[in-house]
Antibody, heavy 129, light 107 residues
Framework: QVQLQESGPGLVRPSQTLSLTCTVS??????????WSWIRQPPGKDLEWIGY???????HYNPSLESRVTILLDMSNNQFSLKLSSVTAADTAVYHC?????????????????????WGKGTTVAVSS | DIQMTQYPSSLSASIGDRVTITCRAS??????LAWFQQKPGKAPKSLIY???TLQSGVPSRFSGSGSGTDFTLTISSLQPEDFATYYC?????????FGQGTRLEIK
């Protein structure tokens, strides 16, 4: 059973770079069937998808964060990471990593649309001086 | 970007009740809609994908329906472990977007 676990500093200073790591156990991030994603939820606000990475190097970021976000794969450690630069208080949130998967329907048709089927429990990051 | 509107934002119900949560997309998303459950301090749990397909291991009291812009999640007979927050998520197009969540509380 695949499990994801986020790790990283719980406090980041304004204007600095937030760095988090997601460790994947029970499965390989080099599987071609999945995307590896980051999602966040600021206190009292909606969930926001940040971006995904595929082992092939294919990356897609949310345009709202694209100028500040980098997602990387570390296949040797079965991890992927998030870097968010120039943070402000608005970046205070619970950050989740997740696996996105495609699927076959009952007729055997492969839907190349990816939903989040496995999540990490999340880690709280506060941006404050 | 596709906006997801979920309602109600909160719901009080009793053990054994049937409850329905609704999610509406700002444009058609075919059946590319998922539902998940979140409890405090726990990893969100996938319940349904493709609008109506139950994730492996999820009890059959959970069901989903809809296509296009309007979707529902139904719990046929509430159990104590079902009290949680529920979210819908569209994955028809990026950026993926989520509903605002429905907090299901014990009456």
């Amino acid at each position: 059973q695949v499990q994801l676990q986020e790790s990283g500093p719980g406090l980041v200073r304004p204007s600095q770079t937030l760095s988090l790591t997601c460790t994947v156990s029970g499965g390989s991030i080099s599987s071609g069937d999945h995307y590896w994603s980051w999602i966040r939820q600021p206190p009292g606000k909606d969930l926001e998808w940040i971006g995904y990475i595929h082992y092939s190097g294919n990356i897609h970021y949310n345009p709202s964060l694209e100028s500040r976000v980098t997602i990387l794969l570390d296949m040797s450690n079965n991890q992927f990471s998030l870097k968010l630069s120039s943070v402000t208080a608005a970046d205070t949130a619970v950050y989740h990593c997740a696996r996105e998967s495609s699927y076959y329907d009952s007729s055997g048709f492969h839907h190349y649309y990816y939903y989040m089927d496995v999540w990490g429990k999340g880690t709280t990051v506060a941006v404050s001086s | 970007d596709i906006q997801m509107t979920q309602y109600p934002s909160s719901l009080s119900a009793s053990i054994g009740d049937r409850v329905t949560i609704t999610c509406r997309a700002s444009q058609g998303i075919s059946s590319y809609l998922a539902w998940f459950q979140q409890k405090p301090g726990k990893a969100p749990k996938s319940l349904i994908y493709a609008a109506s397909t139950l994730q492996s291991g999820v009890p059959s009291r959970f069901s989903g329906s809809g296509s296009g812009t309007d979707f529902t999640l139904t719990i046929s007979s509430l159990q104590p472990e079902d009290f949680a927050t529920y979210y819908c998520q569209q994955y028809n197009s990026y950026p993926i977007s989520f509903g605002q969540g429905t907090r299901l509380e014990i009456k």
